[in-house]
C-alpha cells in the first residue's frame, strides 16, 4: 500500500491538515461508513510518514477485515473510497479559502431559493468589494463579469429598461478582462524569447490595444504592457521605459496584488539582469532596489524554500552595492528556508563573496576551496570566482603567485570539456582566465605603464569577456 496514490497524497499533509482530515472522516455528513473510519484508523497510526511495514496490502486488510480471508480486490476498492474522500477533503479546503466563490455560490443558492432581495444584496454587495481593491486583477473582472450577468440574465430582472447598468457593465468588464488577459500572455510569451528558441502563436500582437489600457490609470494593464514592449526591443531602445516601469513598480509594489507582484517583479528581474550583464553599474541600483521588493515580499520563496540560485544572486547583487549589514541580515534570515541538501555549500559561497567584498580575499578563497558543485554551470561559477580571488591574494602578496598559476591551469582545463560549457561560455571565461594569467606575469615583469595600456586595448576589443569590468580596473591601476 505504500506506493499507492492515497499514501503518496497523505505524505504531503502538515499535522494540522491530518488533524483536520480526520474530522472530516468522522463527520457524519461527509462519510457514514464504519469500515472507511476503521481503514484511516489503521492508516493515521502510522503518519507522518506513511511508511510503516504494517501498511502493507495483507496487514492492513486484517486490521479491517480481523475475521476474512485477504480480498485485493476488496481492499483496493476500500482503498480507492477512502482517496476519493480525502479528494473531497481537499477540494472543501479550497472552497473554504476562495470567499468569492463561496459568496458567489451563496448568493445562487438564495436565487435558487427565491430569496430574490437576499441574492441582489449579496451580489451587489460582492461588486462593491470588487471596487474597493486599489487595483484590480484579471480574476477581479472575471467576477465582475460573472456578476453582472447573473444580476441581468435572470427571470426576475427587469428587461425593458434603456441601457440596463449590469448589461452595460457586462460588456464593459468583458474588454477589461480580454485585455488583460491578452497583455499578460503577450509579456511571458515576449520575456520567453530570451530563453528559449520555440513556436510561438501568431495572436500575441497587442498593437492594437485601445489607448486607455496602456495608461497609468490601468495600472495592471500599463506594467504587462510595458513589459511586453520591453522584450521586443533592444535594450537600448527599452532602457527609458524600463527605469520608469521598474520605479513605479517599486514605488507601488505594496499595492499590486501578490498574484500579479511576483510575475511582474521577476519580469522586470530578467530584463534587468540583461541590462546589468551588459552596463553594469548602470542597471545596478535598480536591480537591487528589485531584489529588495522580492526579498521584503517574500517572492523567491516556494513552499516555504529559497532557491540556492536565487540566495546567492541576492547575496551578490547587496554587496556589490557595499549593503553587507543588510546582506548579512538576508543570511541570517533566509538560511533556513534553503533547501537542507544544498544549504552548507550555499551559505560558504555567500559568505566568500561577503568575504570578497571586504577586501578578505584569503579567507574567500580558502572557503570556496572547501565546496564543490555537482551542476557543471556553478562549479564553472565557483572555479570563476575563486581564481578572481587568488589574483587578488596575488596583489597584496606575491608569493601566491604560484597557487594562482595552479588554479588557472585547472580553470583551464575544466573550460575546455566541451561536454559541460557552451562556446559562448567557453569564450567568455578563456578570455578572463587568460587575462588574469597575462597581467600576473606583467606585475611581475615589473612592465612599463605602456605595456600595461597595450593590454587593455586587447581586452576592450575582445567579446566575449567575463568579468571585464573588473579586471580592466586593476590594470588601469597600473597603467596610470
Known sequence: MKETKLIILLQSFEKSELKALDKFIR??????????????????????NFDSPQLNKEKTYKKV??????????LRQLRSRLFKLVQTFLTTQQFQKNESLSRMQLAEAYYEKDFYDWFEDESRSMIQDIHENEMLHDGHYLNLIQLHHQLYFNQRSP????????????????????????????????????LNIEKRPKNIDVSNIPNKYTSPEYPLFYFYYAIYILFNQTLEEGEDLFFETANT????????????????????????????RKYEEKFLVTLFSLNKVGYENEAFLYKNEIQPTSFSNLVFIGCKMKEIDWVMQFIADYQAKLPL??????????????????????????????????????????KSFQIRCAFECFLQQEDFY??????????????????????????????????????ANLILQKASKIQF?????????????????????????FAK
Not at 477485515?65 to 476488496?74: A, M, R, S
Open 402 to 439: 604560484e597557487v594562482l598559476q595552479n588554479k588557472s591551469e585547472n580553470f583551464q582545463r575544466f573550460i575546455n570539456r566541451k561536454d559541460l560549457i557552451n562556446e559562448q561560455k567557453r569564450a567568455a571565461f578563456n578570455n578572463l582566465n587568460n587575462a588574469i594569467r597575462q597581467t
Open 249 to 276: 513598480f517599486i514605488d507601488s509594489a505594496d499595492t499590486i496584488p501578490l498574484k500579479e507582484r511576483t510575475p511582474l517583479l521577476f519580469y522586470l528581474l530578467n530584463f534587468c539582469s540583461i541590462g546589468h
Open 65 to 74: 477485515f480481523p475475521k476474512k480471508t485477504f480480498n485485493d480486490k476488496n
Open 159 to 194: 428587461k425593458n429598461l434603456p441601457s440596463p447598468p449590469d448589461l452595460w457593465e457586462c460588456s464593459e468588464q468583458i474588454d477589461d478582462f480580454y485585455w488583460l488577459s491578452k497583455l499578460k500572455y503577450a509579456a511571458e510569451w515576449s520575456c520567453r524569447k530570451f
Open 453 to 477: 595600456i597595450k593590454m587593455i586595448e586587447k581586452i576592450d576589443k575582445q567579446m566575449p569577456f567575463s568579468e571585464k569590468t573588473w579586471i580592466l580596473k586593476h590594470l588601469a591601476a
Open 27 to 48: 463527520s457524519p455528513y461527509f462519510n457514514s461508513s464504519d469500515i472507511l473510519i476503521k481503514l484511516w484508523e489503521h492508516i493515521k497510526k502510522h503518519s507522518p
Open 341 to 382: 541538501t544544498a544549504k552548507a555549500i550555499t551559505i560558504n559561497y555567500s559568505l566568500a563573496t561577503v568575504d570578497f567584498f571586504k577586501n578578505d580575499f584569503k579567507t574567500a578563497f580558502y572557503r570556496l576551496e572547501k565546496i564543490k558543485y555537482q551542476q557543471p554551470s556553478r562549479e564553472l561559477g565557483r
